[in-house]
């Protein structure tokens, strides 16, 4: 959709693996065009590094080296992780004058010892605390299709570059919504793996109960090879041949709770399990009478684990927030523990009823918001004459499974010119993150 | 030190596998002595039901059928543990009209399956929330040993049970004490198992974090037979024969956290390193910087679960529960998420912090409780001029190995006759259950 780099790591990866593209030439022209973003997608370009670390790569292929299919690829990380030698300031001014980062997060050293150049470090939602990425101290992001609209959040830059073509893979982190919901507002493969798959140590914390480390491609094999690397520290990776959906049991879940409140989007989501079905999957509707009083877990959760991250730096430097961030975060102070052990009572109590309740299903097919990406800054939307708060439209259909901890994907639906991007969500049940991509996979051919 | 039932798992399993004593004589024996203790062990009687079960472990044996060690075995269970057909009271008023249970603890169902018969529910501290023993709507539990001194608790009833000599084997749980305290002061084995082992179902939480299920015997070989059947659900146990403790790591803590009050208490567990050191065992002294830190989170974590689980009764029937009780209670309902959060995470960090400070030992020795057995009802005492409150004094020393989970047991000391008990407490720091078992056994044969 988008003229950028190559955004394909199967044809990157050919192409640097070939030498027909040198990791020079590639991480040279991937900070050109980071350099010219104009979706505010950039909070630290690492020129200097990047380009040496690029020098590298190429001697070790002009000597027959080669780490696997990220090898002299550029990648961005969500300014949420740690890089070494850069600082970490979570899109907020309280971290303004971080210092650099000693360490890599060890997700980030395990891209680099597969041969990753991280070039850049991208904007996040402040403190990762908001599904819309258009509260930061850097200001807004911007939706490649629309820049006067939203990229979703959190992992706002990440989601931004990836759809600019700047970018052929982003590291973000997913608490509720964050790799899934801009993937879906940019139009771009974000993926959410099972819960504890991969360590976020070194990445701000949001919430220990929710936080996900995920992953942001231009398309779904591109994130198969991702998560291939990503998923098999030390190993070579290689990428996944999706066998087909013959045979795979899709849930849909019905009820009001699942419900989009864009029409485009029930359609869209209708058309793709069509497709399915059209390739051999059985469909089947589910019921999930708890959603409600699960999701109800999710604010009292998060919301008491971020408060206690933040507590001393709010009443320190309340001024040192977007007003937003701080009007969410300074109820917390008033939380009493019996709210938040009863909180993760029901969420224990209801997960497995939950998780029983799917039956034998491989995966479950739904939208992965409510709404498409909305004007910055627009608290509430309207929709066939209905006014849709867009916080919760960008939250609801992505939090269950940040409570569930299984893995789950949002792939863009086909998109007539113009509109803008709609994200078709993959939600693995029995499946693990190969089936889901093995599902999201038939989607992004069919 | 007691003339009652055989209680020696050994002893008792041969007798009863070899016909010499009936499951039938046996069950009536120990009801007989359960209707006449004196030390308020007891808060329900089953006469019928284990008569009926005796009679019919009686036939199998008749018929050549052997379940295993504790085959036609009397055993109790904390009134804690659902027992189905009796109701669980977990020692309050609240819980006075509580009907039948539906189905056994999983625990219970496990002893039943090996054999074991259920003779009776015992005395429990008020909802397991004291070390004590002394605060239960049946009145105080008292020791075997001293009528007017506390058993310790909070399985109060288990350890004056077994300590009278009316049972071989009881249930109890342990969620900063509560098993190995009444251990200790009344001169019996009370083993703690790592922390998950035996499932907590069906018994009535105190912390989902910090709650152990964990047995009480008279001997350590009883222990071993009991954690065999235990913990190899549908296997057969039989025991271990301990091979001694030569060449074992074994880890003083020193500090002042760890000092007993009663200097008798610091000599006995002298006395007994030194016959470990004696037959073989590598002593070393270990130091835990981060002790108090990692303690003081113990409070927040237990007080925020048990608070979440009584508030409601808190509000709507405070006359219900012991005084005591709920003034301990009550406060909590002010306690803020932060704080919990912040316990949580201050456990989770210094855990393994504790773990790397034990280095390469196999267990600790350390005293089990800072003081002897009280007077019933008196919340200080005083020791060598210095008052010394009670309660911290029985918790102290255990709680540290409910927050890292580890394996821990209490082992009588030798007891000069007239004497009050005193336990000497081996954890499990590289060694498992078995291995803490076996250090324990070095001391009992010693």
Redesign the interface.
């Known amino acids: 959709m988008v003229v950028g780099v190559i955004s394909s790591l199967r044809e990157l990866g050919m192409a640097l693996r070939s030498r027909a593209l040198s990791p020079v030439e590639h991480v040279a022209e991937v900070l050109q065009r980071l350099a010219a973003d104009t979706h505010n997608a950039v909070v630290t370009l690492d020129v200097e590094g990047a380009s040496a670390q690029a020098s590298v790569l190429a001697d070790e292929l002009a000597r027959g080296q080669w780490r696997g299919p990220l090898h002299g690829v550029a990648v961005g990380v969500k300014d949420l992780f740690d890089v070494a030698g850069l600082p970490t300031r979570a899109g907020s001014d309280v971290l303004r004058d971080a210092p650099p980062a000693g360490a890599d997060a060890p997700v980030v050293a395990r891209l680099r010892k597969a041969g990753a150049i991280v070039v850049a470090k991208l904007h996040t939602h402040e403190f990762a605390y908001g599904p819309t990425g258009d509260v930061a101290a850097t200001g807004p992001a911007r939706n490649p299709h629309d820049p006067t609209r939203i990229t979703g959040g959190s992992s706002s830059g990440s989601a931004a570059a990836v759809a600019a073509g700047h970018l052929p893979l982003a590291l973000g982190t997913d608490t509720g919504a964050s790799v899934r919901t801009p993937a879906a507002l940019c139009g771009v493969v974000g993926l959410k793996p099972a819960f504890g798959r991969l360590p976020t140590d070194g990445v701000f914390p949001l919430s ?1 109960t929710c936080d996900h480390v995920g992953l942001l491609t231009a398309d779904v094999h591109s994130a198969s090879v991702a998560w291939d690397v990503l998923s098999r520290p030390g190993g070579i990776g290689g990428g996944i041949q999706p066998p087909g959906v013959a045979g795979v049991r899709i849930g849909i879940p019905v009820g009001d709770y699942w419900q989009a409140a864009d029409p485009e989007i029930t359609a869209a989501v209708a058309a793709a399990v069509e497709r399915l079905r059209a390739v051999g999957a059985h469909v089947v509707e589910v019921r999930a009478p708890m959603i409600d009083e699960l999701a109800a877990t999710y604010g ?1 959760i998060v919301g ?2 971020a ?2 991250t933040h ?1 001393v730096w709010l009443s320190e430097r309340p001024q040192d927030y977007q007003a937003v961030t701080r009007d969410r975060l300074g109820p ?11 909180a993760l ?1 029901t969420m224990r109590r209801l997960v497995p009823a939950f998780r029983e309740a799917m039956g034998e299903v491989d995966v479950l097919v739904l939208p992965t918001t409510r709404l498409r990406a909305s004007p910055i800054g627009v608290p509430t939307v309207e929709i066939c004459g209905v006014g849709v708060p867009v916080r919760p439209a960008l939250l609801g259909l992505t939090l269950p499974f940040n409570l569930t901890g299984w893995p789950a994907l949002s792939v863009p639906a086909p998109l007539p010119a113009g509109e803008l991007p709609i994200g078709i969500q993959i939600v693995g049940v029995r499946a693990e993150e190969r089936g889901v991509l093995r599902v999201a996979a038939a989607l992004d051919r069919s």
């Open positions: 220990e009292p008491a684990e408060y206690a507590a917390m102070a008033g939380q009493p523990a019996r709210e938040y052990v009863e009572r």
